[in-house]
């Protein structure tokens, strides 16, 4: 087990986000967070990654044993040092190239030297044929491209594990594809995945195991193919035939 979070709560005012979610992710494992907007999905994702700071909730991670409500600056930066981020924004420097944008983090953060790190980013941009776009910035590139560039940066120092909040709402069917053809590509190679997505061809495909939430609670959980095949609430039932029309 690689990371398994318990008892997840989450408030923003008088509004309960998260009600006391639990998960576990296997090495290897893609996992796939599914339900309606609103649902937490979101700021699950961003509790686990250190984004969110929740109000209970803790979490074992590469061996670790953190209290999420209670971290330090210390363990946060220990926990995003061995983990990726990707946004739905794409979040990159505007003022950065692509090659930048993967270096910065590799130079900043994980202080490696600049030869290193451009090494580093152009085999990762390689690796999502980004390749020949490292010296345009990111209004030179589509929304597909700039997505692509962004996961490059996720993936460039080989973190545990990787998470994805819905990279492909933004785009178009077209520039999806991309993004998710890299995505699939990376699960082959067992990178280890949780993803936030609408996208249902990408998480029956590709992902091992689905979650699906509602409310701020997991309605269901399972293997992908029993979940989308035979799901046991009524609920995931009405919630995958509305995202197939």
Same mark, same amino acid.
């Given at each position: 087990?690689?990371? %398994?979070?318990?008892?997840?709560?989450?408030?923003?005012? *008088?509004?309960?986000?998260?009600?006391?979610?639990?998960?576990?992710?296997?090495? #290897?494992?893609?996992?796939?967070?599914?339900?309606?907007?609103?649902?937490?999905?979101?700021?699950?994702? /961003?509790?686990? +990654?250190?984004?969110?700071?929740?109000?209970?909730?803790?979490?074992?991670?590469? #061996?670790?044993?953190? +209290?999420?409500?209670?971290? %330090?600056?210390?363990?946060? &930066?220990?926990?995003?040092?061995?983990?990726?981020?990707?946004?739905?924004?794409?979040?990159?420097?505007?003022?950065?190239?692509?090659?930048?944008?993967?270096?910065?983090?590799?130079?900043?953060?994980?202080?490696?030297?600049?030869?290193?790190?451009?090494?580093?980013? *152009?085999?990762?941009?390689?690796?999502? #044929?980004?390749?020949?776009?490292?010296? !345009? =910035?990111?209004?030179?590139?589509? #929304?597909?491209?700039?997505?692509?560039?962004?996961?490059? /940066?996720?993936? &460039?120092?080989?973190?545990?594990?990787? =998470?994805?909040?819905?990279?492909?709402?933004?785009?178009?069917?077209?520039?999806?594809?991309?993004?998710? %053809?890299?995505?699939?590509?990376?699960?082959?190679?067992?990178?280890?995945?949780?993803?936030?997505? !609408?996208?249902?061809?990408?998480?029956?495909?590709?992902?091992? !195991?689905?979650?699906?939430?509602? !409310?701020?609670?997991?309605? *269901?959980?399972?293997?992908?193919?029993?979940?989308?095949?035979?799901?046991? *609430?009524?609920?995931?039932?009405?919630?995958? /035939?509305?995202?197939?029309?």
């Amino acid at each position: 087990m690689i990371l %398994s979070i318990k008892d997840i709560k989450k408030s923003f005012g *008088e509004q309960n986000v998260l009600n006391g979610i639990s998960l576990d992710v296997e090495k #290897g494992d893609v996992v796939a967070l599914l339900g309606p907007s609103g649902s937490g999905k979101t700021t699950l994702l /961003r509790c686990m +990654n250190c984004l969110e700071t929740p109000d209970s909730g803790v979490m074992e991670f590469a #061996g670790n044993s953190y +209290n999420l409500s209670a971290l %330090s600056s210390r363990e946060k &930066a220990s926990i995003r040092k061995r983990t990726g981020f990707v946004f739905q924004n794409f979040n990159l420097f505007r003022n950065k190239t692509a090659l930048e944008n993967v270096t910065e983090g590799l130079i900043v953060v994980r202080k490696m030297n600049r030869k290193e790190a451009v090494e580093k980013a *152009e085999e990762t941009l390689e690796k999502v #044929g980004m390749a020949s776009w490292a010296s !345009h =910035y990111p209004f030179e590139l589509s #929304g597909g491209q700039q997505q692509r560039v962004a996961i490059a /940066r996720a993936i &460039a120092a080989d973190p545990e594990i990787v =998470y994805f909040d819905e990279p492909t709402s933004a785009l178009d069917p077209e520039l999806a594809g991309e993004v998710l %053809s890299v995505m699939k590509m990376l699960a082959e190679e067992g990178m280890t995945m949780v993803v936030v997505t !609408h996208a249902m061809d990408f998480a029956r495909n590709v992902s091992k !195991h689905v979650i699906f939430m509602e !409310h701020g609670v997991v309605v *269901e959980r399972g293997k992908t193919e029993k979940l989308f095949s035979d799901p046991e *609430e009524e609920r995931t039932r009405a919630f995958l /035939r509305l995202e197939e029309i």
